[in-house]
Structure formats: C-alpha cells, structure tokens
C-alpha cells in the first residue's frame, strides 16, 4: 500500500534525482571544478584539469555505442582525459572523433542532455552519475513510497513523485544513479544551483543563501 512522504515541487519542470550527499560537488550553473578538501588533493587537481567533450563525425553514434564508458551521455563525454578518450575513439576504428568543448557547468549538462534526450538522461558528474527527466507540473507533486514485505518491512521497494493520477501508461529506464552516502534526493535542477552544501539559510557557514 503506497504511503506519503511528503510533497515536492519542480518550478523549472525538470527533476533530479541524485545522492544528497555528493551535492558538495554538485556545481549548479558555477564551473565545474572541485574545491580544496571535496577530495584527496591529487584528485582535486585531476578532476580540475579534465576536458568536456563531444563525439562527432559520420560513425559517432557508432563510437559512442563501442566505447559505452560511464563518463559518457548523449553525443558527450564529462570529466575525461582528452587525450585519453581522443585515442579510445581511434581505436574503434570508426569515423568519428572527439571535439572539446567548454566545461559545462552541471545544470548546463542537465539542460543539453535533456535537450537531446527529453525523456530522461543520466548526468555524469565528477565520476558520478544522476537521473534528469523534464516535463514534470510546477505545482506541489506527491512523493509516494511503498514497503517491502516481511523481516524487510521497514524498508522501502520504492519511492517516486506522482506528476498526475491514473494508471501507468508505460515504464522507461532513464539510467542509473550511484548512490554513495546512501541518500536519494529528488530535487529541481534549476534551484539546485542555489545550493550551498557547507553553508545554512541560518548560518553563514550552512545551505541555500
């Protein structure tokens, strides 16, 4: 039997769904670019010094599908060694190869994946991955979850935002998300780039300025 949760809202019409804890490396419409102590130093300045990419050519929807690397979405990779990935391309053996591009912020990849992909898409950041979907109604939506059964009954099966009423017309995998603190959030991308992980509403050293 589905319980409530609670209510959540999606003013810009497009919803995340992503570990809460790893919003500390989550940079809105800021560069993407790790801060002194989000990481081990050494992957500070590798994670600083990656490229953005998009694959193209007349085979690049063949050499995407050949790589299938998980810093890949649509026609781009996120975070990659250029070098690196300009060779893996080569190897395929496919007419295709890497463009650079600017850094893209990760609300910026949200909007261009979603662009391309509108009925979902995995957003990489940094080595990890979120869900974007687009279309969701402005207004205050449901958030549903319903339990396991028996010795597991405290936990749940699963927990979703219910856009409209009525029964499920279709189901789609939009992609995986790595859950590494164990902690989901359903969130609009848009005011995430608000967010300030360290910082509170009040506290200048906590949350959403």
């Not at 600017?102 to 992909?117: E, G, I, K």
């Amino acid at each position: 039997m589905p319980e409530l949760l609670g209510t959540a809202s999606f003013p810009s019409g497009e919803l995340l769904l992503i570990d809460f804890g790893l919003l500390r490396i989550w940079s809105g419409d800021r560069p993407p670019l790790l801060e002194e102590g989000d990481a081990p130093d050494h992957v500070v300045e590798r994670a600083n010094a990656a490229a953005d990419v998009e694959i193209v050519g007349p085979q690049a929807a063949e050499a995407v599908r050949a790589l299938d690397l998980a810093s890949m979405s649509g026609w781009y990779a996120f975070d990659v060694d250029l070098d690196g990935l300009g060779s893996a391309v080569a190897r395929t053996g496919l007419d295709a190869s890497v463009r650079q591009v600017p850094r893209m912020p990760h609300a910026t990849r949200v909007r261009t994946l979603l662009d391309a992909q509108p009925e979902g898409a995995v957003v990489p950041f940094h080595g990890a991955w979120a869900v974007a979907v687009r279309g969701l109604p402005a207004g205050p939506s449901q958030v549903l979850d319903e339990r396991m059964e028996g010795q597991y009954a405290e936990r749940w099966h699963s927990v979703w935002v219910e856009c409209a009423k009525g029964e499920v017309a279709e189901s789609v995998q939009c992609g995986h998300v790595l859950v590494d603190e164990a902690r989901l959030l359903f969130a609009d991308a848009t005011a995430l780039s608000g967010w300030r992980h360290d910082e509170s509403s009040d506290d200048p050293r906590c949350g959403l300025p």
